[in-house]
């Protein structure tokens, strides 16, 4: 894994694994991996309760969020399809798919997000908007200034 540029601090890209299980063969899995010295609780509340999400993402509202920065400026539809708190969410955003699971070990707590059935093409386009909103999280959970999505755009040919 390669970092992220400069002015993206503590940013990972995330893997673009092969699909497994799926019959088109050119589909892949965006995954990524951030892991915290927090307790898993707060992580999940900054990832579910609306209030906690408006601080680093954008609103939540009537089944809708309107991110505060980014590629998409929303209004994005979104719907809780599997959820057993604190270590399993499933989230369709516009019809995907994303998973996020959490697990704590110790003082650390680590989230793994996954975004299933992705096109190679379209893996260029999402593995930068998965990538910032993550560090975005990170930066909210750490108390960091929140990054802007700008040099994230830049990230699109690591997704190949």
Known sequence: MATAPADTANSVLGEVRPEHGVPARDLVELHYQRSFAQPVLAVWAAITEPP???????????????????????????????????????????????????????VVTTVELSRRHVGHEEARELGPRWQFLLDRLCAHLEERELPR????????DEYR
């Open 149 to 156: 999505w700008e040099p994230y755009a830049a990230l699109a």
């Open 52 to 106: 906690r999400v408006a601080s680093w993402l954008g609103t939540v509202e009537d089944g809708y969020l309107t991110p505060f920065d980014g590629p998409v400026a929303g209004p994005i539809a979104v719907s809780v399809e599997h959820r057993e708190a604190p270590h399993t969410l499933t989230v369709l955003l516009d019809g995907s798919a994303l998973e996020v699971r959490l697990r704590h070990v110790g």
